[in-house]
């Protein structure tokens, strides 16, 4: 499975922004799907992740009230819409998909995209 994400950028705080990530292959509603988020010198961080029918969502403490993710399996595509957005949510947002049923954990995922800057300016 190859993960493309795309839609970051440079927005003030307050903001929005809303994040894609593109799959190959027909596998991906086999998938577990999330979103993490790495800073410059910190661990990566769990924001969101959607199990494989849609039928849950997870967020992050960071995430929740704010974001939203969502998946298109007829596209092949995961979002993550983010709101009122903040500098701390400045990061690299990396797209994941797995197949553990413990979806908070980036050890977990088997396949990773190239990650997206997300930039949040006060």
């Known amino acids: 499975v190859q993960l493309q994400a795309s839609g970051g950028g440079l927005v003030q705080a307050g903001g929005s922004l809303r994040l894609s990530c593109a799959t190959s292959g027909r596998t991906f509603r086999s998938y577990h799907m999330g979103w993490f988020r790495q800073a410059p010198g910190q661990e990566r961080q769990f924001v969101a992740a959607?199990?494989?029918?849609?039928?849950?969502?997870y967020y992050g403490d960071s995430a929740k009230g704010r974001f939203t993710i969502a998946r298109d399996n007829a596209k092949s595509t995961l979002y993550l819409q983010m709101n009122s957005l903040r500098p701390e949510d400045t990061a690299v947002y990396y797209c994941?998909?797995?197949?553990?049923?413990?979806?908070?954990?980036?050890?977990?995922?088997?396949?990773w995209g190239q990650g997206t800057q997300v930039t949040v300016s006060s």
């Open positions: 959607i199990r494989l029918s849609g039928g849950g969502t």
């Open positions: 994941a998909a797995g197949a553990s049923d413990i979806v908070t954990l980036d050890r977990n995922y088997y396949y």
